[in-house]
């Protein structure tokens, strides 16, 4: 008999080792291995090739363990909501037939589903998984927030991810290369100037970059346009020069303000909960 779970389960009707109804019957088959075919909405592009030849010598010797999840398109023809993956290696390692759940669903939620599912998966790149917060959002008219209780992850994780789309796509595919890692693309997403990003990017290829060193080619970046426009602001000599020197002094952009009666204002910027702790003790040190 087939179990019955809430849609609010979620991931874990996908990946259940029992048969699971979502808004339709799940029933557990031996489905011919040719009438089986990826979904083209997979979000995952990239398999590890000597990944895929392991698994595949691991079925050969045990089989498959967790069956993957269909949803049958008409008699001839299955598509792959979870475990493309086992799929793949499964026709490596020569099987006819692999065992499988038969899912009936309406298309929206199954692309949801497989979306959502494929979020889990540890071996999806930056921008993969970006690309699939950006498709949430947007075929599925989700907020932020909705997503954030969906896949379980902060609000502020997952609009880091999709800040990534905006960098340079020279970029982008470095990081689904794996040529630089997600610290190195936080780093050059706070550099407004995609030229500049690029150029950070190259020296970060041709001397090995620690993140560390990214994010301070980005801070004396920040703080050089901080003193350019100081220079083009109409403030008197000796305004200048206090911000000039705040900004030496505490390393972070400074803003200073002044009105015609001496009233105004000093504020101090940072990105991170480390540069703010840098910062504080820097200023405990002035007392």
Do not use: W
Not at 57 to 78: D, F, M
Not at 198 to 220: D, M, T
């Amino acid at each position: 008999m087939v179990q019955k779970h809430a849609l609010g389960r979620g991931l874990s009707a996908l990946i259940d080792t029992e048969p699971i109804s979502t808004n339709g019957s799940s029933s557990i088959n031996e489905i011919d291995i040719n009438v089986i075919h990826p979904n083209p909405h997979q979000p995952r592009t990239h398999f590890d090739e000597d990944a895929l030849m392991e698994l595949a010598s691991s079925i050969k010797e045990i089989g498959i363990i967790q069956p993957i999840t269909l949803r049958k398109i008409n008699n001839e023809k299955y598509e792959i909501i979870a475990g493309e993956r086992r799929y793949r290696a499964s026709k490596i390692a020569g099987l006819k037939s692999i065992p499988a759940y038969i899912k009936t669903a309406d298309d929206d939620l199954v692309m949801e589903m497989a979306l959502i599912e494929n979020l889990q998966r540890e071996d999806l790149n930056a921008i993969e998984i970006a690309l699939t917060f950006q498709r949430l959002l947007e075929e599925y008219k989700m907020t932020q927030e909705r997503l954030s209780e969906r896949v379980g992850k902060k609000r502020a994780t997952i609009a880091n991810y999709l800040r990534l789309l905006r960098l340079p796509a020279e970029i982008q595919m470095a990081i689904k290369n794996k040529q630089i890692d997600m610290g190195h693309a936080r780093a050059l997403i706070n550099v407004e100037d995609p030229s500049k990003q690029l150029a950070i990017y190259e020296q970060i290829l041709k001397n090995h970059l620690s993140v560390r060193k990214v994010e301070e080619l980005v801070r004396n970046i920040e703080l050089n346009n901080e003193k350019e426009t100081i220079d083009k602001k109409i403030f008197p000599p000796e305004h200048q020069q206090i911000e000039k020197k705040l900004i030496e002094l505490l390393q972070v952009p400074v803003k200073f303000s002044c009105n015609d009666n001496g009233k105004g204002k000093i504020t101090l910027s940072f990105r991170s909960d480390s540069e703010l702790e840098r910062l504080m003790e820097l200023l405990d040190k002035l007392h």
